[in-house]
């Protein structure tokens, strides 16, 4: 359980130092914040599977974090609250929380919803490495390869990357863009042509004619179709390759 890295978002500094050294103790990598806007610096530097969130905040409401990292689509939201109504549960619930546990709470109850949470990670199998041939995503090491060459990016420009590779293909605004890839609220769209250019120039072999990060007039930007495409097409290639190898062994078997 070493690799699991957790984000703890938690106001109360020592709930947060218990916590997060229960957490250390069974296993887990933690990283902890004190506040809304560490969390979401948080998130963009180490792209924790698990968030465990404190629904009161010194500097915000933890619902609307839960609502902003529920739209990022990638990790599970554990929410801790002393806000014990039923109306209260539901809105946190609602608001894109995977669990919800009141104030007070035991320490084993705790670790034991944190191992119930991970073992729905792990039964959905969510992707740990993209790969679209020439351009190599890896989630776990927030790195990049790109026609065999380790690129080194920023952590906005790596986030950038991964909410287009996780569209597909499917071109995204530039508001959509800055509302799922950024940790604050900006109100000027142009900041993704920026890091656009700025990451063309590090993956692409002539930032002047881009493969890799098209622009879609009159839309805003997405991942080449072509590479899900290709990347698509070689898993069934290999899932066929593997069918057959088994229906051959099953025959020279029999």
């Known amino acids: 359980m070493g690799s699991v890295?957790?984000?703890?978002?938690?106001?109360?500094?020592?709930?947060?130092?218990?916590l997060g050294?229960?957490?250390?103790?069974?296993?887990?990598?933690?990283?902890?914040?004190?506040?809304?806007?560490?969390?979401?610096?948080?998130?963009?530097?180490?792209?924790?599977?698990?968030?465990?969130?404190?629904?009161?905040l010194p500097d915000g409401d933890g619902?609307?974090?839960?609502?902003?990292?529920?739209?990022?689509?990638?990790?599970?939201?554990?929410m801790l609250s002393a806000r014990n109504t039923e109306r209260d549960i539901v809105a946190g619930l609602k608001a894109?929380?995977?669990?919800?546990?009141?104030?007070?709470?035991?320490?084993?109850?705790?670790?034991a919803r944190v191992e119930a949470l991970l073992?729905?990670?792990?039964?959905?199998?969510?992707?740990?490495?993209?790969?679209?041939n020439d351009l190599k995503i890896d989630l776990v090491q927030r790195r990049i390869q790109v026609r065999g060459e380790f690129i080194e990016l920023t952590p906005q420009e790596f986030s950038l990357l991964y909410v287009l590779a996780q569209a597909e293909g499917t071109p995204l605004s530039r508001s959509e863009?800055?509302?799922?890839?950024?940790?604050?609220?900006?109100?000027n769209p142009r900041t993704i042509d920026t890091h656009v250019l700025c990451l063309r120039k590090k993956?692409?072999?002539?930032?002047?004619?881009?493969?890799?990060?098209?622009?879609?007039?009159?839309?805003?930007?997405?991942?080449?179709?072509?590479?899900?495409?290709?990347?698509?097409?070689?898993?069934?290639?290999?899932?066929?390759l593997s069918e057959e190898s088994k229906s051959l062994s099953q025959v020279s078997v029999n």
């Open 119 to 132: 073992r729905r990670m792990r039964a959905n199998s969510a992707p740990l490495y993209l790969d679209y």
């Open 63 to 78: 619902l609307e974090l839960c609502q902003w990292l529920h739209n990022q689509r990638t990790p599970l939201i554990f």
């Open 203 to 240: 993956i692409e072999s002539n930032p002047r004619q881009p493969h890799l990060l098209q622009t879609v007039r009159n839309v805003g930007y997405r991942l080449n179709p072509n590479l899900i495409d290709g990347a698509t097409k070689e898993k069934i290639k290999n899932s066929d």
């Open 21 to 56: 050294w229960h957490l250390q103790q069974a296993g887990y990598t933690v990283k902890q914040s004190a506040s809304l806007q560490q969390g979401r610096n948080a998130f963009h530097q180490y792209q924790p599977i698990l968030v465990i969130l404190d629904s009161d």
């Open 96 to 111: 894109g929380a995977d669990d919800y546990l009141t104030k007070p709470f035991g320490m084993q109850e705790f670790l």
């Open 5 to 18: 890295l957790i984000s703890l978002i938690e106001g109360n500094p020592h709930l947060r130092s218990l």
């Open 177 to 187: 863009l800055l509302r799922r890839a950024w940790p604050d609220a900006i109100d």
